[in-house]
């Protein structure tokens, strides 16, 4: 069964999958995004590029899909029965010392960018649209609740405004954003633009 | 008395001074900031390095100033009124084409930041500093009125929530913010998060 299960994409298994994350994330810090090699990856994991290669397809996607293993707020399957909740709990999936780390390499990645569109298309990909799909679905519950109403205009904006949180807390206060920055904002903007209360 | 006025500083006019700013803009554009040189802006300018370095200290400062006295927004003597008439003025104020050109400038100068300390330094005392005391009128006035309450936690977040209006609309929506975008996100998540109806 588990021979059947893994072959269907490799012989990769979940948990050397996530060594090869890690390993990834660990050279994307060392060295930066441009500086990164499939052959460094292949040395550091002890695996074969044709491995790399076959499994991923490239460099970006590789790096897009080791960040979205990583990254805070998860994709998992959150629903505790409120929108302050389901937002409070996708704040609360990473310490702050993941956080920290995170928007260290985040803010790297995000100069890559310009110069690699391959990059792009591979965040958009793997990481932009699932998280944007994971809220829709957290704002969805909230209107069948009755929670926020399904024409209100910061519906739109919910991406925005949690991208300006974490982006201007670096620029603006000069620290990574934490677990308090991020539930407090959530409290005092989020909530607030999609007329939800958050007493 | 326009000597008087003048030789406080310098010997450089008003009009002087724009027309090197907008060369200096010029320049950036063309070539980015990291080479981007005096000897450049001199010779651009048609003036001499000794008055460049005199009049503004260093590149950072010269390029943090330039970028100022371009930015959408500017640093006017906004009251209409209201909190909507002001922030929607504060946006006005310039057109769509300045728009994106300074959308561009600004992503460019965002990744110059990372390897220039001074850099940031000038931006925060030339740019960030003075558009966060331009809020800041802006909503003591609202306060003052009794539009917005004075412990509404939101005001704390206002330079965060349209920093993110910014950022994100380049990421998420890959189109440089308009006037349009910003007035509805403004009337959709700054003004209700501030508990002032945009209607």
Chains 1, 2 share one sequence.
Request: proline share 4%.
């Amino acid at each position: 069964m588990a021979e059947v299960a893994t072959a269907r994409r490799s012989r990769i298994t979940p948990e050397r999958e996530a060594e090869l994350y890690e390993a990834v994330l660990e050279l994307l810090r060392e060295v930066g995004y441009d500086a990164l090699t499939m052959d460094a990856v292949a040395a550091r994991t002890k695996s074969s590029k044709a491995t790399l290669y076959r499994q991923w397809g490239g460099k970006a996607e590789l790096v897009a899909k080791a960040v979205r293993q990583n990254k805070p707020g998860g994709f998992g399957n959150i629903d505790t029965g409120s929108l302050r909740g389901d937002l409070h709990a996708l704040t609360m999936h990473s310490d702050d010392c993941q956080m920290e780390q995170n928007s260290a390499l985040m803010r790297g990645l995000a100069m890559a960018i310009h110069g690699n569109p391959d990059l792009l298309t591979a965040f958009k990909e793997h990481l932009i649209e699932p998280e944007m799909a994971e809220f829709r679905r957290v704002l969805e519950r909230a209107i069948a609740r009755g929670e926020v109403h399904a024409d209100n205009p910061a519906l739109n904006y919910v991406m925005h405004m949690m991208i300006g949180g974490f982006a201007a807390r670096s620029l603006i206060d000069e620290q990574p954003p934490t677990q308090a920055f991020l539930l407090s904002y959530i409290d005092a903007v989020v909530l607030p633009a999609l007329g939800v209360s958050a007493g």
